[in-house]
């Protein structure tokens, strides 16, 4: 069947194109305008926006964090709701099956879950085969884990061994790429470490953070892996931890890596209260090494559970649970770390840590490589987004918020003075194009032939939060599943992982390590297709050449 959308403003950066056309759809394919045919079906659009769907490169939506998040935080959707945020108005929509659905509403159609434990894998890929409509892919942590120390015991590099775990582990949870959480913070937070920074060392295995993601970075670059490691940085929210950040980009020896939520890195320590914004020196390093992405982590005001690996930084912000309750958990490699949080408005801090995120979007050279995310929930929960696209577009309403902060956030944000407004092009380079490049993902987040036909169709609005909190019209694969923002076909997606291989020798090492150590078999932590009924649900994504 041939489906034409017809007459509406093309928006389709990966290709330069920013007009008014048509776009053609058969076999859940976009395809170039076929001559001689008639469409079967045909939408009129005219006057709407239309891009191609939407992609999270940083969510957190399944896996043992944000499912101890939920059953931590149950009264979430209610006090959610209590706040203007009635999508989660129901304890139900927190869960796997509103995670689809509302992202699908918004125009999201792949979202990537950045912190899968290796021995958790299983879970966390059962619980993204439960959410409907979108596609989906997992990051799988290493750099806290016994085994990658083990090798790196001692030494600066983990050599072919190490190269040969990395892939052995990506495939062996079906990940898209590697996930590396305060390298060796969270192990050193076992030997009851409560600082951890570039360059101290895991006590016991006496290596440095530094030479971890130094090691793991090479393996990857190896295998050609089209995603880079994904790196949440030692120090994370610390103010002045500005440093950390910029020393752990320039150690990154131009190999392609990805910081991943860097607002919670943009902190320096000037100003009365020793808290102040660190975006220009962050986002100076940002523009100037090029082989460096980053998606953003963007806080908003409200209510949300602060889910993460990294345990020793979870471990401190506990006296600031809000409410009070916490769960650390220290387990294999990086462990979780569950808090629920409440960012205000009225708190210096909080309000600092806002301005901090736009700024970081508004002072990128290349928006290719700033992408953007709130690291949900912990920045603010996905369905915030659209009021921050609004933010970074719309400087007037920037001026509004900024009018309710509190007066000496101005003395050390440089917020109020940035005039830049983020185009309809460039918000769909930090929401479609860049992620989808970055993830090597080469079959969508445009909308030139032989992409999947993901679309969403907006109806402009001076109010970006309205336009993009519902969209108009969505096709996932060519299906309509969304028409005035609302579900109207649930379907289901793929997973996406790569196959880099490996020698056969590291499943016996690996099997002996966990049998001598764990006294179980390897086989019981590998992600089969037989978690799910379906059988085209796993998808690989080629390595590079
Ligand atoms: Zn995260």
Redesign the pocket.
Known sequence: MLIQIRGGRVIDPMHDRDAVGDLFIEDGRIVAKPEGRNPDEVYDVGGKILMAGAIDV?S?IAGTNITLGRQLMPELPALAAAEGQPILASPAAWGSYATGIRYAEMGYTTVIE??MIPTHAIEAQAELAAIPIIDTAGLVILGNDDYTLELLRGARTGGDELKDYVAWTLEHSKAIGLKIINAGGSEAFKFNARTFDLDDEVPDYGVSSRAIVESLQQAVADLRVPHPPHVHCNNRGIAGNVETAVATIEATQDLPIHF??IQFYGYGDAGKKGFSSGAPRLMEAVNKHKNVTVDVGQVMFGQTVTV?GDILRQFDARGAASPKKWVINQGDGNGTGVVPYNYRAKSFVNALQWAIGLEIFLMAEDPWRVLFST?HP?GALFIRYPEIFHLLTDRDERARWLDDLPADVHEVSNLAGITRELTLSELAVITRGAPARLLGLTDRGHLGPGAVADIAVYTDQKNKRAMFAAADLVFKSGALVVRDGKVVRVAWGRCYHVEPGFDAQIKRRVNAFYDRYYGVDLSRFGVTEAITHRPDRFATVPCLN
Request: glycine share 0%; hydrophobic share 20%.
């Open positions: 940083h957190h950045p912190a991943a939520h993460s690291d912990n």
